[in-house]
């Protein structure tokens, strides 16, 4: 397979893939590989009727230009089916999840949406439209990089066929004719992977408090530290820590504590 390298470090606009129409895309002749790390990415288009067309053509590309993927099957509990269900589903939230829980870096996440009638002018073949629209979020950063849109219009015999005929179009127009995975890459490139921002915080600790300070509007809370250095008695060589509690309210102290007592070790 011949391959046709591409950086990612031009103008978005200047990185739209130069294929021949899908045929399907997976059963294209060339190849692309960027010149760069490239993301470990999961997919989820939430396809009307439970259908996968534009998933599998968006993971077929994907793979085909070298991208590390993240496969939805790696789910081996049940919760994590129930996500995978979510997420199939529409549930941004669970795809998200997922894609921390099985390490995925970007999530393309969209809509395939589409409608079918009976052609107007010949009646025994059925017309269908489609809309693809995939964005593309950063879950280190937890902000969308990249988003975009395309419709099709297919004409067929059977309501099926003309159906994945239109997603299908649609999709390979969304990879080949728009900026998606220029911008994508473009962002790769020039922002660090924040690896501290990707794990979410202990349940208890304080950026998990302040985490939901935030997201209720409450004040977040407060930390008082105190450090000891306490001997139990004139004979002793072990040293303590004071153990503390918030103490009362005092308009003449920033956040009180009173000393309770003191554990040995």
């Known amino acids: 397979m011949r391959t046709v390298p591409i950086r990612c470090g031009c103008a978005a606009a200047g990185l739209l893939f130069a294929l021949a129409p899908p045929a399907p895309i ?3 002749e060339g190849g ?11 997919v989820f288009v939430s396809e009307r009727g439970g259908g996968d067309v534009a998933t599998r053509d968006l993971t077929a590309f994907l793979r085909e230009a070298g991208f590390p993927l993240v496969d939805p099957a790696l789910a081996h509990t049940a919760a994590q089916r129930e996500l ?4 199939l589903d529409g549930d941004e939230g669970a795809a998200v999840q997922l894609g921390r829980d099985f390490g ?3 999530l393309l996440i969209g809509v395939a949406d589409w409608g079918a009638r009976p052609d107007p002018v010949d009646g025994t073949l059925i017309t269908a439209t489609s809309e693809v629209a995939v964005r593309a979020l950063r879950l280190d950063q937890g902000d969308v990089v990249a988003d975009a849109r395309a419709d099709a219009r297919a004409i067929d015999a ?5 159906r994945t005929k239109a997603i299908r179009q649609a999709t390979g127009e969304l990879l080949e004719g728009s900026a998606l995975l220029g911008r994508l890459m473009n962002d790769w490139e020039t922002r660090p992977w924040r690896e501290a921002m990707y794990w979410s915080p202990d349940p208890g600790s304080v950026p998990a408090g302040v985490e939901r300070a935030d997201a209720s509007g409450a004040a977040p809370p407060g930390l008082a530290i105190l450090l000891a250095d306490v001997r139990p008695s004139t004979a002793g060589t072990a040293r303590g820590l004071g153990v503390v509690r918030k103490g009362d309210r005092s ?3 920033f956040n ?3 000393l309770e007592g003191v554990v040995v070790g």
């Open 104 to 106: 995925a870096q970007v």
């Open 32 to 42: 692309i590989t960027f010149e760069s790390d490239l993301p470990r990415t999961l």
């Open 251 to 253: 308009s003449s102290a």
């Open 158 to 162: 059977t309501e099926q066929a003309a």
């Open 84 to 87: 995978v269900q979510a997420a």
């Open 256 to 258: 009180p504590v009173r």
């Open 26 to 28: 997976q059963a294209q």
